[in-house]
């Protein structure tokens, strides 16, 4: 009371009926338990920002990986790479012979 109001402590002790000790006693540690809440909701405000900065940075690793897998897979689920067979190669089973009569 003594902190949201103009009157002096003199005036609240006699209007209350209490003594200004008293009052003085309630001022300072109300301002104490104040500055110690505050202390505590900096703290938690430091722990959550801590919290939120590492989860940040796992959500952009993930991001990076998935980018490179989209790269890679081309919208296929598997990671197959394309391999060029020229027609006239030899089909596995199947030997072909040479123009000049050898089997290759």
């Known amino acids: ?14 209007d209350h009926g209490l003594s200004q000790g008293l ?12 500055a110690t809440a505050m202390l505590q909701l900096s703290s938690e405000r430091e722990a959550k920002m801590g919290r939120l900065q590492r989860e940040l940075e796992i959500a952009t690793q993930e991001q990076k990986i998935l980018k490179k897998r989209s790269r890679f897979s081309h919208g ?4 197959e790479v394309p391999v060029y067979r020229h027609p006239t190669r ?7 012979i040479s123009s ?5």
């Open 76 to 79: 296929s689920s598997t990671h």
């Open 23 to 34: 009052i003085r006693h309630w001022q300072q540690r109300y301002r104490a338990d104040e």
């Open 100 to 104: 000049a009569g050898h089997i290759a």
């Open 90 to 96: 030899c089909v596995p089973g199947r030997a072909e």
């Open 1 to 14: 009371m003594a902190e949201n109001t103009e009157k002096p402590i003199r005036e609240l002790a006699k």
